[in-house]
């Protein structure tokens, strides 16, 4: 399954749902999910964080903010004050 972008345009509580729908599809399959919006992702067993073309970062939603990198800040930024 390939989702690309499945949130970007809707409202908090229409991500949820989506969201809620998205992972009873993918049980099971090996899904391909490009995102911006990082709650989307975050529970996935492998991130691949692509900047500028290039693979910069890899790795699960932990691992990543372990690293205090490129995808740490942005995660950061998205959700400061929550």
């Known amino acids: 399954m390939i989702l690309d972008e499945a949130t970007s345009s809707v409202d908090t509580r229409t991500e949820v749902l989506i969201q809620e729908a ?3 599809l993918q049980q ?3 899904s391909f999910v490009v995102a911006h919006r ?3 992702i ?3 067993d492998q991130i ?3 900047n500028h073309g290039k693979i910069i970062e890899t790795g699960n939603h932990e691992s990543l903010m372990n690293q205090k990198g490129f995808y740490a800040a942005l995660y950061n930024s998205q959700f400061a004050g929550n």
């Open 22 to 24: 998205m992972n009873a």
């Open 28 to 30: 099971e399959r090996t």
């Open 38 to 40: 990082l709650s989307t």
């Open 42 to 44: 975050r529970k996935a």
């Open 48 to 50: 691949v964080v692509v």
